[in-house]
Structure formats: structure tokens, C-alpha cells
């Protein structure tokens, strides 16, 4: 592997605190929206009443620390493997450092529970769901599942054995702590869609795939280093063109699970089958080095390159999905950190800090890159219209009849990607939405037939 000196590391490390670089000044900020949630059997969102993304920014000449509820503006749930919590209120500060740094030692291991923040609050989680392998019952044990631990040998893997659990945007709560696993993108956006689970009870994401342009920074792990989606540069110094960064685990080749990738001999966990397939637990993968690929990744899922926040270089984490943008393991960091892990949940800010107040409004080319598509067009009930790229800011969307009239509005709120127009009262002709932000605009027409 790889490694940087702690010289190297603080002159390429993320812009100091009086700089106000991306790990303070990339939050979605908010104090008004409040968040939605589906029930099953029932496909009209409820609203929490708990106010939604990030509310607080505070930075130190050291830290930036972040206040959240933990609660996204898309919508979360339902989540039908009978998991019954619902995303509650985290009310929590999490505090990051500004200058991380890359740990010579043993690298820390993930942990199933925090690792990370996205942009939004929301918690990321690691590869597991707590639940593993017990060889003298010949059963799967622990996590939500009553009775005693498994033997934390053969580890389950919570994408794939909980894919009924995750509602649209790939979420679930986990006593009320609503997190992602993987990529916070939606099922039905992917290339190959594995989950039906927006046919009932659509949602969006965080972001949308977008194979055309770099992906945008969507939060931070627990070691301070940033965290972004599935593409990004080629070539390590920003160039080459955009294209899919990989991981570097690939599946073994085995029937049994006896042993390890390493050659260790552990308890056995069960044979490879339908009912345990290859993959549903994470030492099913080792890890294959690419020193000639730069698009694949390290054995912490990430690597030293530019990106668009980071002219100067930083060592940044990939949200890996496969060729049709399924999420692939180990998903966004892991089974190790790179860094050394400082950042944590904190009760209390007791040093003196300087609040950072996001400015609202977004450049005209920003606004461009956000390419807004609108469907399904003609229309008989709804019309979504979806930004293809992250939205910071909150857009107002805007219908008018052929007359110039204006017969309905809502929003595309900050941190999600989609608005819904209700087209089930309207008469059957020609229409026109209004996305604007208040300094730029986009008109698109739609068609009403019933």
C-alpha cells in the first residue's frame, strides 16, 4: 500500500479553517423544511415535523462541528422487511477535524454504527448489520435478530441481505437513526434496478449517478477525509476524463467457508448456497491491487487525487457501484479507515467558534449543470421534474397554462431532487414549469391528457 508522509499530508491536506474550505462550507444548511416519511400501504408521505438536513455550522481554528437532527429532505420509508422504527430526531453535533491525518499504524477498523456524515446529516454506516454466522446453532444470530451473539466470524453483509429493508432512497433506521450503507442514490435511477420499492413509494436521493461529470463531495468520514459519489477523474492529477471509480475487492472462489482471504483457518461459517450465497458475508471478498489502474481503489475504497473542492489534492472516498450502479462492496469506506479516526459525536462545543453561514442563491452555471428533465410526459395524474445533479439551494417550481396563468407551485428543496406536480385537476393541453431559484430560470413543457 501506498502511503504519505504527515509532511506530505498537511501540505496537500484540506484548506485551513480561516480559509473556509469544503469541510465547512459544503453542509446543506436549513431551518426550515422539515422532512417526510412513508408508512406501508400507504403512498402519501407524512410529515415529521423535524426540521431537516443540517441547522448549525461552528468551525475552530481545528474543528468544524456540525448540528443535525439527522433527518434528509427526500423521503425516507417504509421499509418492508418489518423493521418498525421510523427515522426519528437525532439531535446531534458532530465534530470533524480540519486538518486530517493519514495514519501510519494499523489502520482502524469500521464499526457497525457511525463512520461518517453526509452533506445532509444523515449518518453513513458501514458494510454490516450487526448480524453474523453462529456455527453451534448453524444460524445467523445477533443484530435484530433475539438470542445470542453470532460468532463475528463470518460477518453479514447488510446490502445484500437486507435489500427489502432499505426504502427508495437505500436508507433504513436503525433504532430510529435513519443511515445509508451505500451509494444515496435511488433504486429506480440505477441502470439495473434491483428494488421495486419506488414503484409504491417513490423518493429520491441525495444526488443522481451522473457518468458525464465528476461526482459532487457528499460528506465527510470519521477520519475528516471527504466522501463522494460514484465518478470521478481518471488520473490521480484531475485529468483523463471522467469514468467509474472501483473497488478493489472482487468475490473469492469458494464453496466453503473455512478460511479466510489471508489463508487464516476460523470457524467455519456455512457452505456457499442459495440461502448463503456468495457475497452475503464480508470476508466472502479479498482484496486484488491494481497499481496500474488508477480508477480502482485502495483497500480503504479510496485514493490521493484532485477534485473539483480540492484543487491541491486530498485523499477522498468513493461511493462504488458496479456497471449497472449497483452498490458494491464495501460500498463507501472500508473494511478499514485511511486516516487516523478523530471526528465523533459530542454533546457540548467548549472552545470558542465561528459560525458559518451558507450563502444562499448559486452562479448561473452552477444552475446549468443542475440539467432538469421532466416526466412522465404526456401525463394523466403526477409530472416529477428532477435536477440531475446535487441541488444546495432550494428551487421553486412554478406551472403555468397556456395563457401565462400560474396554477400551482412547490419546490425542489436542498439535498433531494424531485418535485411533484399534481396534474389529476388540471384540463387536458399544453403546460409549462418554471424552475428558477430566483436569479436564473428554466422553462420546460409539459402536456396534460387524460
Known amino acids: 500500500m501506498t502511503r504519505y508522509t504527515p509532511l506530505l499530508a498537511l501540505l496537500l491536506a484540506p484548506f485551513a479553517a480561516n480559509a473556509q474550505g469544503p469541510a465547512i462550507t459544503s453542509w446543506l444548511q436549513n431551518t426550515t423544511i422539515t422532512g417526510q416519511y412513508y408508512v406501508q400501504s400507504n403512498p402519501t408521505p407524512i410529515n415529521n415535523n423535524i426540521v431537516a438536513n443540517v441547522q448549525t455550522v461552528q468551525y475552530s481554528t481545528s474543528w468544524v462541528y456540525v448540528s443535525t437532527h439527522g433527518i434528509p429532505t427526500y423521503i425516507t420509508g ?3 422487511d418489518g423493521n418498525p422504527s421510523i427515522a426519528s430526531d437525532q439531535n446531534a453535533i458532530f465534530r ?3 486538518s486530517p491525518q493519514p495514519n501510519t499504524g494499523t489502520p482502524t477498523s469500521t464499526v457497525p454504527a457511525n463512520i461518517g456524515v453526509f452533506i445532509n446529516g444523515v449518518a453513513l454506516f458501514d458494510y454490516r448489520d450487526g ?3 453462529r456455527n453451534a446453532s448453524g444460524t445467523e444470530q445477533g443484530g435484530p435478530i433475539p438470542g445470542p451473539p453470532g460468532d463475528g466470524v463470518w460477518n453479514r453483509d447488510a446490502i445484500v441481505a437486507e435489500l427489502t429493508g432499505f426504502d427508495c432512497a437505500k436508507g433504513h433506521p436503525a433504532m430510529g437513526n435513519y443511515h445509508h450503507h451505500q451509494n444515496p442514490s435511488a433504486f429506480d435511477l440505477d441502470l439495473n434496478v434491483i428494488s421495486t420499492i419506488c414503484s409504491t413509494y417513490d423518493a429520491d436521493g441525495l444526488y443522481i449517478i451522473d457518468s458525464t461529470v465528476h461526482s459532487p463531495l457528499l460528506g465527510f468520514a470519521y477520519d475528516g477525509y471527504p466522501i463522494y459519489g460514484a465518478y470521478g477523474y481518471l488520473n490521480t492529477n484531475g485529468t483523463g476524463g471522467i469514468v467509474r471509480m472501483k473497488s478493489s475487492y472482487q468475490l473469492r472462489n469458494i464453496t466453503v467457508r473455512t478460511h479466510y482471504a489471508d489463508g487464516s483457518d476460523v470457524t467455519d461459517g456455512p457452505p456457499v448456497s442459495t440461502t448463503y450465497p456468495l457475497g452475503r458475508y464480508r470476508e466472502d471478498y479479498e482484496y486484488i491491487a491494481h497499481p496500474n489502474d488508477p ?6 475504497n479510496g485514493r490521493f487525487c484532485i477534485t473539483p473542492e480540492y484543487p491541491n489534492g486530498t485523499y477522498a472516498y468513493f461511493c462504488t457501484v458496479d456497471a449497472g450502479w449497483n452498490s458494491a462492496y464495501p460500498y463507501v469506506i472500508g473494511p478499514t479507515f485511511y486516516g487516523i479516526v478523530s471526528a465523533s459525536e459530542v454533546t457540548s462545543i467548549n472552545e470558542p467558534t465561528t459560525v458559518y453561514n451558507a450563502p444562499s442563491g448559486m452562479s448561473e452555471q452552477d ?5 432538469f428533465s421532466l416526466y412522465p410526459n404526456p401525463s394523466s395524474e403526477f409530472v416529477m421534474v428532477q435536477a440531475g445533479n446535487m441541488v444546495t439551494d432550494n428551487l421553486s417550481v412554478k406551472v403555468f397554462d397556456a395563457s401565462g396563468r ?10 433531494s431532487t424531485l418535485a411533484y406536480i399534481d396534474t389529476r385537476t388540471m384540463y387536458d393541453g399544453i403546460y409549462f414549469a418554471e424552475i428558477s431559484n430566483g436569479d436564473h430560470k428554466e422553462v420546460l413543457k409539459f402536456v396534460v391528457a387524460h
Open 96 to 98: 470533524f477535524p480540519l
Open 131 to 133: 448480524v453474523s454466522w
Open 367 to 371: 444552475f446549468g449543470q443542475l440539467r
Open 406 to 415: 400560474m396554477i400551482q407551485q412547490t419546490q425542489i428543496y436542498q439535498g
Open 78 to 80: 417504509p421499509y418492508l
Open 295 to 300: 480508477d480502482y481503489l485502495d483497500e480503504h
